[in-house]
């Protein structure tokens, strides 16, 4: 039988909004009981008596069973997703830094109080790719996931690389459309994505990481030059979030702008759309494609949330569970464009190797080899804006990982 769920909900922004646009359009078997909010000045939609900005009003109502958070606040979210979990609340959330940072406290509390947390919406909007990370995909079968995580950024790269806007006047856009996060260095700095490929890590290996340790490279720094560099080459930059097996046991992960050729999938994802392209042993390369942003395409996945609760779904993570010993690794080498200034950035990344050089007064770059570790311990240099770099997709195997044939066939995918 399917329970009859009484809501209290957390937000009432773009997401809060746009799912309430869907529930009212249909004719379901839920119940808006009360709604939180921070500004109690602001005009609202709906009945004031349905507001409050006392979050115990809706945490102790012990008539809500269900709590659905779509606040812009992870450090308040936090506290009212661990509070409703130990009060035996179900709930449903979109904030992807809060559950990337607190994952595996978040899934002792589900086990502990036998409630459930389902967050679809947190990662590529409407595309449901937790779902069947969680269900359909086995782990020693399992290679890599990439693809674009982050509406905004894609949209300022389509707004560019399409129509010959500005960087400024795209970004305005994403804001103005309700995309973008409160403070947008999370999308344009690759923090958001980097969250997304936290949590859908955790549910494609089972294995959590700590958001800290995953490279995040943004698009904030992007010239002229870069765009001309890739136009020249027939490539797009998009931002790219990648997780891959580097062999059986250890798992790398980063979020780099990416040069994209005309053949790679993500070519022609543009605007607010997200894609996740997904490598699997015998099933090959799959390519998950919709909206990633946005007040409706959300709340539709947070919709299909809310409706799984009513049959007691919850994410098993049997993976995890499995302990299955993989393990985060930074060992991989990555040929990357890199746009500097100081030529002793070049000396510091050590690259490995250099295949392409240009240096005139106003442009130096070069395309080379380097260790993500390198990548990793300068990050703080390459986030000057004298700096970009952008993964050309290639990826360079150490001879003993090349030995394992199953890994071998992945070097010119995803
Ligand atoms: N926008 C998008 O396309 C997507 C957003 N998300 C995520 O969904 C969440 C919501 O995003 P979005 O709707 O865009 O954000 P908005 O900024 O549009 O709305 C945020 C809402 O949260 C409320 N709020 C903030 N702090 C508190 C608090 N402490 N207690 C109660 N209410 C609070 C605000 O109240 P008030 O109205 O009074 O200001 C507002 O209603 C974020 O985690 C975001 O990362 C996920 C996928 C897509
Ligand atoms: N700011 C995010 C919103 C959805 O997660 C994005 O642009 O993708």
Redesign the pocket.
Known sequence: MSKNLKIGL???????QGLLDIIQSQNLNLEIIKI????PR?KRTLNKDLFTTD?NEILNNTEINTIVE????AD??YEIVTTALKNGKNVVS????MIATHLKELVDLQQKHGTSLLYE??VC?SIPIIRNLEEYYDNELFHALSGIFN?SSNYILSKIFNDGQSYDSALKEAQDL??A??DPILDVGGYDPKYKLAIATAHAYGLFVNPDVILNIGIQNLSNNDIKYAREKNFKIKLVPTARKVNTKDIVTYVLPKLVAKDDFLYNVENEYNAVAVQAAFADKQFFYGKG???HP?GAAVLSDIAALRYDYRYEYKKYHSENGVKHTAEILLEVYLRYADEDLITLLEFDNISERYAASSYKYVVGTVKLESLIKNRDLLLDQSVFVAYTGRQIYKQEQLSENVFASELASL
């Open positions: 957390f937000g009432f922004g773009v997401v809060g939180a909010i921070k500004d602001k979050r779509l606040i812009n606040d308040a979210a979109a904030n992807k830094k919406g947190a909007g509406g309700g995309f996060e409160t942003a946005g007040g959300t």
